[in-house]
């Protein structure tokens, strides 16, 4: 190692497991943020706060045999040349036990995965998940990404001659690369990096692996040093989080790692964290697969004068009115009865016969159906109390 200085001793937790306020070790965020600087030279990333989120990622990969929840980086770009591979060639170097796979087998991923989990670096994502079709062959890979985001969860296979069962460890931080969004399932678990071609103006420097390796190694070395020296500490820590469920989860690891850190970082992370999860729920809800239906639903029932039910077909006449929606664009002619079946299908809506107020049947949806789904999925805040309708019923 280059450095010969022996990291401080890490400050006690509070009781309720935040760290103290003069809490990390004295050289602990001065090593972040020369990893800050260290990547900024080689990439440009999308934001400041997503900068500060791919450092405490990077950290917390020296950290795994601690954490519940291994969190995914997904750093993903409409189109080539975004810095995409590039900033997987910085992670690479200074991430823990780097496994680097390209159009690799599920069967191979799982059998690098040890008791001591590595990091996998997945390039060119894309190949993978591009199209429904390459996706479905590849449902193994999704499956086990899925699986590897929570501890405890094993693919059973059979093995050798006499085929007796074998269990495979999961678990392990794993960072995807690739052009377009990854499947829904892996988004939902990942920290989301956004990146984008550089603008004019924008200048980073090349990266050369034989001139520039040894300085992001020796990055690497000095993270593994810290993060050993707290790794009973991270463990304990339950830090408060601006954010709730699946998201708390994969971003905890982050916040945890920023709180044993201390400087500015604490802070950094959890702005991080609200911001970029934000933005992803503002992606979902902008997703027509997504909860954007039941929103607009939902507003259709309002601008109808929220009735008991509604036509499928005055349903779909006010979604495809919408200027500012996708279901105009959903096929030729706009959205369809078969099209918004399936979209509320996977909510466990479905159409029957309603009753109109003229007395006629027709079909059509009943306003009782969408209730849960709408708490669940698209809650409405409510500006004098500052409560949202999701809070009657638990999240599933």
């Given at each position: 190692?280059?450095e010969?200085?022996a990291?401080a ?9 935040t ?12 090593l ?7 990547l900024?030279?080689?990439v ?14 990077i950290?917390?990969t020296?950290?795994q045999?601690?954490?519940?929840h291994a ?16 900033l ?12 680097i796979?390209v159009?690799s ?9 040890s ?5 996998l670096?997945v390039?060119?994502a894309?190949?993978?998940?591009g199209s429904?079709?390459?996706a479905?062959?590849n449902?193994?890979m ?10 405890g ?27 377009g ?5 892996i988004?939902d678990?990942?920290?989301v ?15 050369r692996?034989r001139?520039d390796?040894?300085?992001l190694?020796s ?7 810290w ?5 009973e500490?991270a463990?304990?820590?339950e830090?408060?989080?601006p ?8 971003w905890?690891p982050l916040?945890?790692?920023?709180d ?5 970082w604490?802070?950094?992370?959890r702005a ?6 934000a933005?992803?729920a503002?992606?979902?809800?902008d ?8 929103a ?5 029932f ?17 979604l495809n ?9 959903a ?16 909510y ?9 107020p003229d007395g006629?049947?027709?079909k ?7 209730a849960?789904?709408w708490?669940?999925y ?7 109390t ?7 019923t638990?999240?599933?």
């Amino acid at each position: 190692m280059n450095e010969s200085t022996a990291p401080a001793a890490p400050t006690a937790p509070h009781p309720t497991g935040t760290p103290s306020p003069d809490r990390g070790q004295p050289d602990a965020a001065a090593l972040l943020d020369e990893l800050r600087a260290a990547l900024a030279r080689f990439v440009v990333l999308p934001s400041e706060q997503a900068l500060d989120a791919t450092v405490l990622w990077i950290a917390a990969t020296h950290l795994q045999q601690v954490w519940q929840h291994a969190p995914r980086l997904a750093v993903v770009g409409p189109a080539k040349r975004c810095g995409k591979s590039r900033l997987l060639d910085l992670l690479t170097e200074t991430v823990h036990k780097p496994v680097i796979t390209v159009n690799s087998t599920a069967a191979a991923i799982f059998r690098s995965i040890s008791d001591e989990p590595p990091t996998l670096l997945v390039d060119e994502a894309d190949t993978i998940f591009g199209s429904p079709k390459v996706a479905e062959k590849n449902e193994e890979m999704r499956g086990l990404l899925n699986a590897g985001h929570q501890r405890g969860r094993p693919v059973l296979r059979v093995v050798g001659k006499e085929h007796t069962p074998h269990s495979f460890a999961t678990f392990a931080m794993a960072a995807l690369a690739g052009i377009g969004d990854l499947p829904d399932t892996i988004m939902d678990r990942s920290v989301v990096i956004r990146m984008r071609r550089r603008a004019e103006g924008e200048q980073v420097s090349p990266y050369r692996t034989r001139r520039d390796s040894p300085t992001l190694r020796s990055l690497r070395a000095r993270l593994a040093r810290w993060t050993t020296s707290v790794a009973e500490q991270a463990l304990h820590l339950e830090p408060e989080m601006p954010v709730e469920d699946r998201a708390a989860d994969t971003w905890e690891p982050l916040v945890i790692v920023a709180d044993l850190a201390g400087g500015t970082w604490p802070e950094r992370a959890r702005a991080a964290c609200a911001q970029m999860v934000a933005i992803e729920a503002q992606a979902e809800e902008d997703n027509p697969s997504n909860a954007r239906i039941l929103a607009d639903i939902r507003r259709a029932f309002a601008a109808a004068g929220d009735p008991e039910s509604v036509s499928t077909d005055a349903l779909l006449y006010r979604l495809n009115s919408d200027p500012e929606a996708p279901w105009a664009e959903a096929g030729r002619g706009g959205l369809n009865p078969r099209a918004l079946s399936g979209l509320l299908r996977e909510y466990g809506i479905r159409s029957g016969n309603v009753r109109m107020p003229d007395g006629n049947q027709l079909k059509g949806y009943t306003r009782a159906k969408f209730a849960d789904a709408w708490k669940r999925y698209c809650p409405t805040v409510h500006p004098d109390t500052g409560s949202d309708d999701s809070r009657d019923t638990p999240a599933k």
